[in-house]
């Protein structure tokens, strides 16, 4: 019987998929429940994260949200699910979206880098192999 072996690309995609999730778990418990050791996440961005404490409950909800959807694209990707190939497709193109808006901000730097590693990402996802990967019924 013979099985087919995942590139290591698409492995590795899926780990960046579940530490996604985790990320977002963990800000949206310094977020819907501020004052925990979770809080030391935020040392080097302390502005923003009270920023967004002003915001709490619903910024907390998104960050939930967003941990819900990253959880199921790991779960789909590491499946080799059809509906994840797409779902994580969306994710980068709207990360996409917040590097080309953080270009018209003025940090050329850091969304230009964005730009670049995100196009990066999606040239990988859409090549052959991994289409290929992705357009079979998967088992179980």
């Known amino acids: 019987m013979e ?11 899926g780990v960046f ?3 996604s999730t985790c990320i977002l778990v963990a800000v949206t418990i310094t977020l819907l429940f501020p004052g925990t050791a979770v809080d030391r996440i935020w040392d080097f961005k302390r502005s923003e994260y009270e920023q967004l404490l002003r915001y709490t409950p619903w910024t907390g ?5 967003l941990g ?12 080799a699910r059809r509906w994840a190939w797409w779902l994580v497709q969306g994710i980068f193109m709207a990360n996409m979206l917040g590097d080309v808006g953080r270009l018209f901000q003025g940090d050329v730097a850091g969304g230009l880098v964005g730009v670049v590693v995100v196009a990066a990402l999606l040239l990988y996802v859409r090549s052959k192999g991994v289409r290929e990967l992705f357009a079979e019924p998967s088992e179980s």
């Open 68 to 79: 819900i959807v990253m959880a199921f694209a790991a779960y789909g990707w590491f499946k």
């Open 61 to 65: 909800m998104g960050f939930l949200l």
């Open 3 to 13: 099985t087919s072996k995942k590139p290591l690309g698409v492995t590795l995609l």
């Open 17 to 19: 998929l579940l530490l």
